[in-house]
């Protein structure tokens, strides 16, 4: 059973540079959850999609987008990455019994 | 925003012994969670709550969600060196921003063998 998978694992872009993180769920669950994870800071929301076709911001969106591609997958993208979005990112998703299950996550640095 | 305060940020106990944690929060919620982190993982739902005064046991560890819906605390018996960890709460309205968790900064657990 392979849950919820991130690609890639670890990613070191120059200032300026874009990714796109993927996020993809075996699980047929509706929503899907992007978070970033700070040293102290706990998890915190960047955007989440409820449904195959909805997105939405949370806490922390500046400075990213999302896709739902589908109703499995769900990307983070940067399009001009910044030292301030350095993280551990993690993608999550939810049944409506309100249980969560996440990726290993992704470690990007931006230098 | 709503915030929850965890606490300890973190602690060190001999094997054998119970930890506690706690979590409160500025607003109620109607679920409550714990996941564990281990070192390069994502979290893992420990024990999951969905009603005022519930107490759910998983094993070693028993959590209870307050009477107020306002706090939360997870209760670790006879820890044993795998238990080293983050243990982070987490609370959600289900319905009102489409179930999404507000979590809290996390217990960082670590046990002398």
């Known amino acids: 059973n392979a849950g919820v998978t991130q690609t890639p694992k670890f990613q070191v872009l120059k200032t300026g540079q874009s990714m796109t993180l993927q996020c993809a769920q075996d699980?047929?669950?509706?929503?899907m959850y992007w978070y970033r994870q700070d040293p102290g800071m706990g998890l915190r929301l960047i955007y989440y999609?409820?449904?195959?076709?909805?997105?939405d911001k949370g806490e922390v969106p500046n400075g990213y987008n999302v896709s739902r591609l589908n109703k499995r997958e769900f990307s983070l993208r940067l399009e001009s990455a910044a030292p301030s979005q350095t993280s551990v990112y993690f993608c999550?998703?939810?049944?409506?019994?309100?249980?969560?299950?996440f990726g290993q996550g992704t470690r990007l640095t931006v230098v | 925003g709503q915030q929850l305060n965890q606490s300890p940020q973190s602690m060190f106990i001999q094997e054998g012994e119970d930890v506690s944690m706690n979590c409160t929060s500025s607003?109620?919620?109607?679920?409550w969670l714990w996941y564990k982190q281990d070192p390069g993982e994502g979290p893992v739902l420990l024990i999951a709550?969905?009603?005022?005064?519930e107490l759910t046991s998983n094993g070693r560890l028993t959590a209870q969600f307050g009477i107020t819906r306002k706090d939360s605390f997870l209760n670790i018996s006879a820890s044993i060196p795998s238990d080293v960890g983050i243990y982070f709460c987490a609370g959600m309205n289900y319905g009102g921003s489409q179930g999404n968790l507000i979590f809290g900064k996390g217990t960082k657990l670590s046990v002398k063998p």
């Open positions: 699980m047929n669950h509706n929503s």
């Open positions: 709550l969905y009603k005022a005064g």
């Open positions: 999609s409820a449904s195959e076709g909805t997105t």
């Open positions: 999550a998703s939810q049944t409506s019994g309100i249980q969560a299950f």
């Open positions: 607003s109620i919620f109607n679920t």
